[in-house]
């Protein structure tokens, strides 16, 4: 049952001023699409609880993995004018990025396996401190100064984790496809992004860089009484017994370090809403119907994510595809696709209810993984 707007508002306020008072967040900024409308868009809390300054539903945030999809979008439409394919070797643009798998050999890694994270590249905060993504410092572009070249060295000498296609791990893939398209345009990531996406939605405030900083949200991490403030060399924790994310907030003004793909983005709610609506509606005007179909299906057969260990999640292009709501807890409906963000964010996208949630939070990670999305999944959809 689809809610009304009102009904559908009272009950958001509600989930979101819960995750308030019982200081699990600072602030938001929460928009819902419902058949290609705006059904909800309200700010909550502070975007700088130190400085009193309030939340505003333009406020800027760091949209850490929400730059995924953005980046995957742009990739897909290249696909469709045929300036690159799916099975095409990363080699055809990067000559020089060959890993090797574990049994020494140096297999081909394709346009499709960094499009769903099947590459055999991970990320840092996967693998123990003696792990050779954090011996060699590979970055995951969320802190840190280094050049695209030097990353994609690193990437090399770290070599793969497993071969190509042969299982699926979250990873530095989306830089990698980043590097990639920066190579046939010619120019950087940002420029492709506003050529492909960003112009075309008039996405005026989504960029590598923030030119505006009284707009930016301020991220905090979860800590009791409340959360902490977050500032450059902070040390997330993510999953027990491995190394921790590496969060920077100077990263957002810092043009010498590479544009990752991955994790590098800036952006609003309202703009953030209105790419992924783009999506779910068919692609109109950014991409076609069969792109925006392919982006929500599963692209990874039996496989299935790390993060769910129900088994009832696999990947598409851009974002995780939902195959048994029922036993995995959501609220959502079978096929929806959906991802987040470490600095406290989370989307997800029904189809079948032609409904759009985008969560921009400034504390993670509740705004992510905690109950906040959930309660706010419940208060759209779950009524």
């Known amino acids: 049952m689809t809610l009304s707007a009102p009904a559908l508002s009272d009950r958001v306020d ?64 290249m696909i469709e004018l045929g300036l690159l394919s799916l099975d095409a070797a990363v080699t055809d643009w990067l000559p020089d990025f060959k890993p090797k798998a574990p049994d020494g050999s140096t297999p081909t890694i394709t346009i499709r396996h960094l499009l769903t994270h099947t590459s055999g590249l991970a990320y840092d905060f996967l693998q123990p401190e003696t792990g050779p993504y954090n011996t060699l410092k590979v970055s995951a572009g969320i802190d840190g100064d280094i050049t695209m070249e030097e990353n994609l060295s690193r990437m090399v000498e770290a070599g793969l984790m497993f ?9 530095v893939a989306t830089d990698v496809l980043g590097a990639v398209l920066m190579k046939i345009e010619g120019t950087d990531l940002d420029e492709v992004v506003k050529r492909y996406i960003a112009g075309p939605l008039a996405m005026t405030d989504t960029s590598f ?12 991490s979860n800590a009791a009484p409340e959360p902490v403030r977050i500032g450059d060399g902070h040390k997330q924790f993510f999953v027990p017994g491995l190394a921790p994310i590496n969060l920077g907030t100077s990263r957002a003004f810092n043009r010498s370090a590479f544009q990752g793909g991955g994790g590098c983005m800036n952006g609003t709610a ?12 068919g692609g109109e005007p950014i991409l076609s119907r069969e792109t925006t179909q392919a982006m929500m299906s599963n692209q990874i057969g039996p496989l ?5 260990p129900t088994g009832n999640t696999a990947f598409g292009f851009g974002g995780s595809i939902l195959l048994d709501p029922g036993a995995s807890g959501s609220f ?52």
């Open 270 to 281: 309202g703009e953030v809403i209105r790419f992924l609506d783009a999506v779910r509606g």
């Open 209 to 220: 860089f923030v030119t505006d900083a009284a707009r930016l949200a301020q991220p905090y």
């Open 163 to 171: 071969p190509p296609g042969a299982s699926w791990l979250y990873s």
């Open 332 to 383: 959502l409906s079978p096929g929806s696709w959906q991802w987040g963000g470490v600095w406290g964010h989370s989307w997800n996208v029904d189809p079948a209810r032609r409904t759009t949630i985008v969560n921009l939070t400034n504390t993670t990670l509740e705004g992510m993984a905690g109950q906040l999305p959930r309660d706010v999944q419940k208060a759209v959809v779950g009524g």
């Open 14 to 77: 509600a989930a979101v001023q819960a995750a308030l008072d019982e200081k699990r967040i600072v602030g938001a900024v929460i928009a819902v699409m419902q058949d290609g409308e705006l059904a909800h868009m309200k700010a909550y809390g502070l975007a700088d609880r130190e400085a009193g300054r309030e939340m505003k539903t333009d406020a800027i945030f760091r949209l850490a993995s929400i730059s995924k999809p953005i980046v995957t979008a742009a990739a897909m439409r």
């Open 304 to 308: 299935r994510i790390l993060f769910d």
